[in-house]
Every structure is written in structure tokens, then in C-alpha cells.
């Protein structure tokens, strides 16, 4: 553990019962750094996010937040946290701006100071107009960026954000980054979980992989990649003959060759040149694409391609 | 060390100053819905009751327990309100919080602390409480129904009547995954306590054997303190018995509202 980390955990474990959700992390984050923690459902992100929030406690191991220990002193961490949970938990009752005024007096900020806040983080949310009307009457988007405004009232020095773009529609999550990394640039550290990988390759510097409660990788999104994956991919799809007949063929060809029922991925340092020697063993694909190799194909060859449910 | 931990864990007095706030000013955007059942019903209870079954029993036995049936009746119906009050607040209130638009779980994300929000919670609805006695208590007093100084107590004995079914009914909520067994609760707890608890008619009309079972119902206490105050007089040792049952309810509440709601929110 650096002594300048803003967050750093060593050994965490989260039990539940029998239940390991969270075995055995370690981390180390540092003051404005943007942080990723991906991992398929049930991975053990939302435990991990709840421990590093400073709200619940871990059952084994260590962590420190602004250098001091959650267990003892939890409030005094909080005060300086923002946390954006999965669903958007507001006054739903409320006026918009109510949900703000009256959030603020958990943080036991002056009453003048929190209106003013409040209105500038309405501004910022894009929320502005919709500040007198009642809560339960806003999108799913709207919602979302007021939970947002909400966790930035105490003007937190950490804000952790759990899969804050889960369910909106791409107009919404492209507001969201772009608020995020306004938030980034003013220097606020950035804890993110989510499942989108084009949002983690957007949004963090650094990344740690999670699955069944331990952490598989960690490193820089590009560096994840090249590590994990072959710069390219070249997708190929057969027709009715089947791509059976094909495989051990094509397979010496490619680093790594996965097989999936509709098409063969060829990872690949060359797609175009992979696919002309391709075509020169006399296969036929019915369709071929070279992309590049994405964060999502380490994922997958990470946690599987199995439903965890 | 570990003692400074638990020190620094249990002194929550200057936080929960803050859930009590904003409970209130929740209170004060919402009120308009909950001031009918509070104010009005009592009211209306009182004079169905007070006047009209009151005027049956006196044209056909005269007064009860000495008094008339309206006087008699009326400090059973601020108990019955205080119960209501403290019950419908810390049911789905607290379900909902924990469990629907979680806002319960937001608050636990702030400084405050699960115990905190529990006694946030609880003395906001012991300030609605106090509010609700005193206007019950002028009402009562409107209809000529008090004769003791003590019955300025009412409002106190309000908060504490309410409280004492708020905190282990807070509790009860906090563990549960939905709101099946809150109508249990009414049909099995509340209604039977509300007319069974000599609320109506005097313990004397039971039986014998059936006393004691009247006598379990928390708000049998509640009613007796409050007739004690109205009329003002009462038998030290009763009152004691009283003061315990309910106060024991209102402490062992507290205690288990705070270990359930840390457990729900903080595990």
C-alpha cells in the first residue's frame, strides 16, 4: 500500500454465508485516476463498490480510503464520497430540486450553500428546467443524471458509480460520459463498474477484471488488450455447408481460433493478410470481417462465454 | 483503541439531528394526505362516539365508570391515535425505504449511520406525536371531557404510546422483503388491540378470565395512562405497570430497529 493512494485495499473478502462473494482483492487507486471494475453479473462488483463506498464492512482484509479505515471511521469518509448506486434511489415524491435540498442535510451542509449548489449541479445535470417538477416524472436519463447531481453535493473528492449507465438509451449514456469526464478533468477520482465495454475503454485510465469474486486482470484498457488479445479479429462466417470442415484448416493460421455456433473468430495480428491465406486454402466463408481487437474480446476470453445467472 | 472505535461508532447524537430534519422536511412537502387520518378521524370518532353511543348509554345505564361516556371514551381515543400514528409510520414507510425506492440505502451512503436514520426516524414521529396530543388534547378539552391538570401530560404520554408500537414495528419492517405480512399485522394486532383494549367500554365488563388476555394488549396500557391523566387519578403500582410495558416495548423496539436496519443496509 502507497501512502498516496486514494484508495487502496489489500486481501478484501466479502462473505455472505456460504457465500464468497468477494475473495481476496487487492487494489490501489490513485488521486484522479478514473478506475474500472468489470465483471459479469455476479462477479462480486456491487460487494466490492459497497465495502470501498465505506458502507458495509469487509468480512476479511484491509482497506483505506483518503488513508483512514472505514471500519472506525466511516462518516468521515462518506462526508467526502459521492456514490451513485445501481438503481437511482430519490424522493420520488419530491420536486427535483427538493431532492437535492434535502440530500444536502445529510451532509449537514449550510442550507444557503446547498441551493446554491444545488442549482449550479441542476445546470450541470442539463436538469435546469425541470427543477420544480416532481420527481417520478422524469426519464429514466433524467433520473439518473439527478442521482448524479445528488452525489455531487458534499463536492466529493472520490465519486464511485455503480453501472450508472445501465438502461439508458445512447443519447442519455453519451450525456453521462460526457458529464463524467467534465467531473474527471476538475480532477475527481473515478470508480466505475459496469458491464458496456466501449464504456470502460471510454472512460477509465485503469481497469481491473472481476469474476466470481476475484480479479482476473488488471491493467490499462490498451494494455488489456494487447496482453490478452491479438491487435485484430477477423470474423468468418459459412453457409449451409458449415464451418466444420474448415476449422482445422484455417486454425494454424490465427494465434488463437475460438469457435462459436454461427462463425469462427481468428484472432489475428493481420486480419486482411490472415483472410487472403484464408481464402488461398479454397475456403469459402460466406462473409468475412476484420475489426479490431476490443476490450470486449478480452472479457469474454477473461470470464467466459457462459451465462452466469 | 478498539474502545475510541466503539466510542466513535456509538456517540451519533450530533448525526441523527440530520435524519430528524429531514424527515420533518419531507413531512412538511407531503403532509396534506396524512392530516385527515390524524386530525379528522379522532375527531369524527369522537363525535360519533362521544355524542351519539353516548347518549344511548346514558338514556340506558347512566354513567360509566362514573363519568359520562364521552369523558370516558375520549382518552382512549387519543391512545388509539397515538398507536395509528406510531404503526402507519414505521410499516411501509420503512419498507419502502429499504427495499422500493431504497432511500434508506442512499442516506447509508452519506455520514450518517444505520442508527442513526433509526432514531432520525423515531424522533420525528415522537415530534408528530407531541403535535397530534396537543391538538387532541385541546379537542378533548373543547368537548368539556378533562378534569385533572394531569391530563397535560397527554400529549407526552402520546409520544410515548406511539413510540412504543413505532420502534419494534420499525423493526419488524427492516427485515422484511415485502409487505405481505403488514396486513397480518393489522387484522391480527391492531384491530383486535383497537377494540378490545377497554377502549369502548370499561374492563369491568369482561370477565374475569379474560381480563388478563386484556391486559397483554400493549394498548390497554396506552388507554388506561391516558384516562389516568384525564381523569386524574390513578394507583401508583399500576402505573408503573403501565409506564413499563410500554416503555420496555419503546427500548427493546429501538434496540433491534438498529441491529436489523444495520443489517439490512450495512452488510
Known amino acids: ?309 | 483503541m478498539d474502545r475510541t472505535i466503539r466510542r466513535g461508532r456509538t456517540r451519533t447524537w450530533p448525526r441523527w439531528h440530520r435524519s430528524l430534519w429531514y424527515h420533518g422536511a419531507f413531512y412538511l412537502q407531503t403532509w396534506r394526505a396524512s392530516v385527515i387520518s390524524t386530525f379528522l378521524f379522532p375527531l369524527l370518532y369522537l363525535a360519533s362516539m362521544g355524542l351519539g353511543v353516548g347518549h344511548l348509554v346514558s338514556a340506558h345505564t347512566g354513567l360509566v365508570e362514573g363519568r359520562s361516556y364521552l369523558r370516558f371514551v375520549a382518552p382512549g381515543l387519543l391512545a388509539i391515535t397515538a398507536m395509528n400514528l406510531g404503526e402507519s409510520e414505521s410499516m411501509w414507510p420503512v419498507l419502502g425505504a429499504v427495499k422500493w425506492v431504497r432511500t434508506y440505502h442512499a442516506a447509508v451512503a452519506t455520514p450518517l449511520e444505520p442508527e442513526d436514520i433509526v432514531l432520525g426516524k423515531l424522533a420525528w414521529v415522537g415530534v408528530r406525536l407531541f403535535f397530534t396530543g396537543v391538538v387532541l388534547t385541546i379537542t378533548i378539552a373543547f368537548f368539556g371531557a378533562l378534569n385533572s391538570w394531569w391530563a397535560l401530560t397527554l400529549p407526552l404520554l402520546a409520544v410515548l404510546i406511539g413510540l412504543a408500537f413505532a420502534a419494534p414495528l420499525m423493526a419488524f419492517a427492516s427485515t422484511r422483503e415485502s409487505d405481505a405480512s403488514f396486513t397480518s399485522i393489522y387484522r391480527f394486532l391492531i384491530i383486535p388491540m383497537f377494540l378490545f383494549s377497554a377502549t369502548f367500554y370499561p374492563m369491568s365488563q369482561y370477565p374475569g378470565y379474560l381480563r388478563p388476555v386484556v391486559q397483554l394488549m400493549p394498548l390497554y396500557h396506552g388507554v388506561a395512562l391516558a384516562r389516568s391523566a384525564a381523569f386524574g387519578h390513578a394507583e401508583v403500582g399500576s402505573m408503573v405497570l403501565h409506564l413499563t410495558v410500554l416503555g420496555g416495548m419503546l427500548f427493546l423496539g429501538l434496540r433491534s430497529a438498529k441491529k436489523n436496519l444495520r443489517r439490512r443496509l450495512a452488510s
Not at chain 1, 93 to 110: A, C, T
Not at chain 1, 115 to 120: C, L, N, V, W, Y
Not at chain 1, 135 to 153: E, F, P, Q, V, Y
Open chain 1, 1 to 309: 500500500m502507497t501512502s498516496d493512494s486514494l484508495l487502496s485495499a489489500r486481501g478484501l473478502v466479502k462473505q455472505f454465508g456460504n457465500f464468497r462473494a468477494v475473495d481476496g482483492i487487492d487494489v490501489s487507486i490513485e488521486r484522479g485516476e478514473s478506475f474500472g471494475f468489470l465483471g459479469p453479473n455476479g462477479a462480486g462488483k456491487t460487494s466490492t463498490m459497497r465495502m470501498i463506498s465505506a458502507v458495509s464492512q469487509p468480512t476479511a482484509g484491509e482497506i483505506r480510503i483518503f488513508g483512514l479505515n472505514p471500519v472506525s471511521h466511516g462518516p468521515e469518509i462518506r462526508a467526502r464520497l459521492g456514490v451513485v448506486p445501481q438503481e437511482d434511489t430519490l424522493e420520488l415524491e419530491l420536486s427535483v430540486m427538493n431532492n437535492l435540498l434535502m440530500f444536502g442535510r445529510y451532509f449537514d451542509i449550510p442550507r444557503k450553500v446547498i441551493r446554491q449548489r444545488a442549482t449550479e449541479l441542476l445546470e450541470f445535470a442539463q436538469l435546469s428546467d425541470r427543477a420544480d417538477d416532481k420527481c417520478d416524472n422524469l426519464s429514466g436519463g433524467m433520473k439518473r443524471r439527478l442521482t448524479i447531481a445528488r452525489s455531487l453535493l458534499n463536492q466529493p473528492e472520490l465519486l464511485i458509480l455503480d453501472e450508472p449507465t445501465t438502461g439508458l438509451d445512447p443519447q442519455a449514456r453519451h450525456l453521462l460520459w460526457d458529464r463524467l469526464y467534465r467531473l474527471k478533468r476538475d480532477g475527481v477520482t473515478l470508480i466505475i463498474t459496469t458491464h458496456y465495454m466501449d464504456e470502460a475503454e471510454q472512460l477509465c485510465d485503469r481497469l481491473v477484471v472481476m469474476d466470481q469474486g476475484r480479479i482476473v486482470a488488471e491493467g490499462a484498457p490498451r494494455a488489456l488488450i494487447e496482453q490478452y488479445s491479438t491487435r485484430e479479429v477477423l470474423e468468418l462466417r459459412f453457409g449451409a455447408e458449415g464451418q466444420e470442415p474448415y476449422v482445422d484448416r484455417i486454425s494454424e493460421y490465427a494465434e488463437r481460433v475460438e469457435v462459436l455456433p454461427d462463425r469462427l473468430l481468428l484472432y489475428v495480428h493481420d486480419g486482411d493478410e490472415v483472410l487472403r491465406a484464408v481464402h488461398a486454402t479454397g475456403a469459402t466463408p460466406e462473409s468475412a470481417l476484420v475489426r479490431r481487437s476490443s476490450l470486449e474480446d478480452v472479457f469474454l476470453r477473461l470470464t467466459g462465454r457462459t451465462l452466469v445467472d
